[in-house]
């Protein structure tokens, strides 16, 4: 058992430089990350290769962290906890040693964000992850498509269901395939993990030992909110307005009278907070990889633990341990073996704003109102199964996760398929609400453009108050002041520029009655600008020469390159520009540079193609079509595609690959194969440029190649850092194009629209 303690020190800033200036001895093996957060505390955590003591340097600026705290013991897991917080409150911190100085942190993405005191009616995000500890490339590619989703609206916290490391949870596993795959959201998102059954089979619930209980430091005394459960097993926390339940469905026995059951009617029973949120891996409904009629663990959960929850007004179940994603109808007091719908779903809709409308509930935590079942078993291992539980509104059998928005009576979760797609949404109200559908983040407004505002109504509100902020809620401005509740209204986007705009619907008659945007949206106050228009002018080799990598850098030398206007290649007879045709190379290299006088906010790209094609921005790889095979020279494309095939993407800002000034646009396109007869390309990119103060905003080509400044890569702890990419891009691990570090990527179809 751990023995956790903290000792606070005040120092000077001149005594904290002094601790930090010795080079480190230890080293980390695991990164740091959060625990235990509450409204006034927080526990960091870090592992290091050998012993040496523990201090944290913290403050509410990266540059001013003048407050410390120090465990003078010697270990190699360390825990230090940091007290007496102001809540709801961003604090920045750096780990190390006295002797050793600093290993981690000390910069802006090293923070945790105090949570706020238990009842805030604030806005609150949540990933929801299970069954992902693989370390392949799908875990990161899920990853990846949650960060693209979320943008800079990340989520406060990291709800993991279990099987967060496979195959049996061993020290090594847990370091490469949990803390390993997501060290840029834990060392500033903390996580609240449940136990899986293959990190059980290394770990002991009963005594509390193993990797599992080794790596997590979980609140068994109540500290963050709930009754004290006396164990990590099992345990509850307060977030805002709502309570999060935490049960062992895999080591701890859940039979009637048994110490987890006892704990867990006496927790329900003394929360007050307006949503109960329940969460452990063995779900009590799924038809994906386990079947959740016949196998023990599932079944136990459903007759032993769903009574409890729903008689205590339970708002939301996830589950994972079944590798499929399943989201239920409202239902409630399906508790029999096997399970039928009949009599138990509360309502029959699709939960959809936009659809059959959100989930209604009455005010307040009341028995058996209906409760919504997800299985989020899919977040990075293989998955199976056929689906069709009579419970179950939606099933997807492919890689993805989940994010949960709460404000205030309203509550929403998204399923974020590994690709980007987002392929299932619901919705659920308690009481009178409003549901705002659109914008909810993440589009992309210019001014002047005609934008229908939609949102859904629960109960009686005749007319509404529209509102827009342009820096993130601080201030508002009225869009109108009262108009009939239609549930849609056409807004003029006005002249301002942000990527932080956020819209409010709420009552005309009570302000109280609101929804507002789940995340940022941005508006140009200038347009998307074509910089590159289809027929521009490329520079191209077709030689067939081996140009490893170094041709995406800008500093490469293309002066000796051939070139013309679109489109290349040869073959078809439509080409401006014909290529040498004999003898067929597997790959054809395009560059072009572009100028750009501001910070890119928005940026598309549609590129014709014969066959496969890859794009990359400064370095950075953007897009990419049939190069399943590799990106090396001698790869041919994975396959043949249409004759003159044509696709768009948006393309991600997160990292932004655009630099102001000199940009370089690279692209190869592949030939299927030797006997290929004809080869394709034309690109055309748009972009939106924010406006500077002293006016501009604008974009331009330049018709060269080579010579343009480079942005840099993002930073090694960022989303973007080398190797985290989970996206089919380059060859093996041995190949140049495996040691690219290419960034985060998030393709996203015009042809694909959000549900809603």
Same mark, same amino acid.
């Given at each position: 058992m751990r023995r956790l303690s903290s000792v606070l020190l005040a120092a000077p800033a001149a005594a904290l430089l002094a601790i930090a200036a010795p080079a480190s001895a230890e080293q980390l093996v695991r990164k740091p990350y959060i625990q235990t957060l509450t409204p006034t505390s927080a526990i960091l955590v870090w592992t290091t290769d050998s012993g040496a003591n523990s201090v944290v340097h913290y403050g509410t600026s990266p540059q001013s962290l003048t407050q410390v705290a120090e !465990?003078?013991?010697?270990?190699?897991?360390?825990e230090v906890k940091l007290s007496n917080l102001q809540?709801? $409150?961003?604090?920045?911190?750096d780990v190390g040693s006295a002797g050793g100085g600093v290993l981690a942190g000390g910069d802006a993405s090293h923070y945790f964000e105090t949570a706020p005191p238990p009842g805030t009616k604030k806005k609150i995000r949540a990933w929801v992850v299970g069954d992902s500890g693989t370390g392949s490339s799908r875990q990161a590619a899920v990853r990846d498509a949650m960060l693209a989703y979320a943008g800079a609206y990340?989520?406060?916290? %990291?709800?993991?269901?279990? =099987?967060? +490391?496979?195959?049996?949870? $061993?020290?090594?596993?847990? $370091?490469?395939?949990? %803390?390993?795959?997501?060290?840029a959201i834990l060392e500033n998102t903390v996580v609240w993990p449940t136990l899986g059954n293959h990190e059980g089979q290394s770990s002991d619930s009963q005594t509390q030992t193993g990797t599992y209980y080794t790596a997590y430091v979980l609140p068994k005394?109540?500290? &963050?909110?709930?009754?004290?459960?006396?164990?990590?097993?099992?345990? #509850?926390?307060?977030?805002?307005?709502?309570?999060f339940v935490v049960l062992d469905s895999h080591d701890t026995s859940s039979k009637p009278g048994s110490p987890e059951l006892v704990w867990l009617q006496s927790d329900l029973a003394a929360t007050n907070q307006d949503w109960i949120i329940a969460y452990w891996h063995h779900p009590p409904y799924t038809k994906g990889s386990h079947n959740s009629d016949t196998e023990a663990q599932l079944v136990t959960m459903r007759e032993n633990v769903l009574p409890i929850l729903e008689a205590a007004g339970v708002d939301l179940v996830l589950g994972g341990h079944s590798h499929i994603y399943e989201r239920s109808f409202l239902v409630d007091g399906a508790y029999n073996t096997p399970t039928t719908a009949s009599g138990h779903i509360k309502d029959s809709g699709d939960g959809k704003p936009l659809g059959n409308g959100p989930y209604k509930k009455m005010a307040g935590n009341n028995s058996h109102d209906g409760a919504v079942y997800v299985v989020a078993g899919h977040g990075g291992t293989?998955? #199976? /199964?056929? /689906?069709?539980?009579? !419970?179950?509104?939606?099933?997807?059998? =492919?890689?993805?996760?989940?994010?949960? =928005?709460?404000?205030?009576?309203?509550?929403? !979760?998204?399923?974020?398929?590994? =690709?980007? +797609?987002?392929?299932?949404? %619901?919705a659920m109200v308690k009481g009178t609400g409003l549901v705002l559908a659109a914008p909810d983040g993440g589009e992309k407004l210019t001014k002047d453009q005609s934008f229908d505002i939609k949102w859904a109504t629960v109960g009686t509100i005749p007319d509404v108050k529209l509102e827009y902020s342009a820096d993130d809620g601080q201030s508002w401005k009225t869009i109108i002041a009262s108009t009939p509740n239609t549930g849609t209204y056409t807004w003029t986007v006005p002249a301002v520029d942000t990527a932080t705009a956020i819209v409010r619907v709420s009552s005309a008659a009570n302000a109280a009655v609101q929804d507002e945007s789940n995340a940022g949206f941005a508006i140009a106050a200038s347009g998307p600008v074509k910089v590159i228009p289809f027929g521009d002018v490329w520079k191209y080799d077709g030689a067939g020469v081996d140009h490893g990598i170094t041709w995406l850098e800008p500093s490469f030398d293309d002066s000796a390159w051939a070139s013309g206007p679109a489109q290349l290649g040869y073959g078809d007879g439509d080409e401006a520009t014909a290529m040498n045709d004999s003898p067929v190379h597997p790959s054809y290299y395009f560059r072009k540079v572009i100028a750009l006088d501001g910070p890119v906010i928005g940026a598309n790209l549609e590129v014709l193609h014969d066959d496969g094609v890859a794009v990359w921005i400064n370095g950075t790889q953007v897009f990419s079509k049939y190069m399943d095979d590799g990106l090396g020279h001698n790869a041919f494309a994975s396959q043949g595609s249409q004759d003159n095939e044509l696709d768009a993407a948006a393309i991600s800002l997160a990292p932004n690959p655009f630099v102001e000034g000199k940009n370089v646009v690279a692209v190869m396109v592949k030939q299927s194969g030797a006997a290929s007869s004809d080869l394709s390309f034309d690109l055309e990119l748009e972009v939106t440029v924010k406006s500077t103060a002293s006016g501009g905003g604008g974009a331009g080509g330049t018709?060269?190649?080579?010579?343009?400044?480079?942005?840099? &890569?993002?930073?090694? #702890?960022?989303?973007? &850092? &080398?190797?985290?990419?989970?996206?089919?891009m380059a060859g093996g691990a041995g190949s140049p194009l495996a040691l690219l570090g290419l960034g985060v990527l998030a393709l996203v179809s015009r042809r694909r629209s959000r549900i809603r």
């Open positions: !465990l003078a013991s010697s270990v190699t897991q360390h809540p709801g $409150t961003r604090y920045y911190y990340r989520p406060h916290l %990291f709800l993991h269901m279990g =099987d967060i +490391a496979y195959t049996s949870g $061993t020290t090594q596993e847990f $370091t490469d395939k949990f %803390f390993g795959m997501y060290p005394a109540g500290e &963050a909110g709930g009754m004290p459960s006396g164990t990590e097993a099992y345990y #509850s926390f307060d977030y805002g307005n709502v309570h293989g998955v #199976s /199964g056929n /689906g069709g539980h009579p !419970l179950m509104y939606f099933t997807e059998v =492919d890689n993805g996760s989940c994010i949960l =928005d709460i404000q205030g009576n309203r509550l929403g !979760l998204v399923n974020i398929r590994w =690709d980007g +797609a987002i392929t299932d949404r %619901f018709g060269g190649a080579g010579g343009a400044g480079h942005g840099g &890569a993002p930073g090694a #702890s960022g989303p973007g &850092a &080398a190797g985290s990419c989970g996206c089919r």
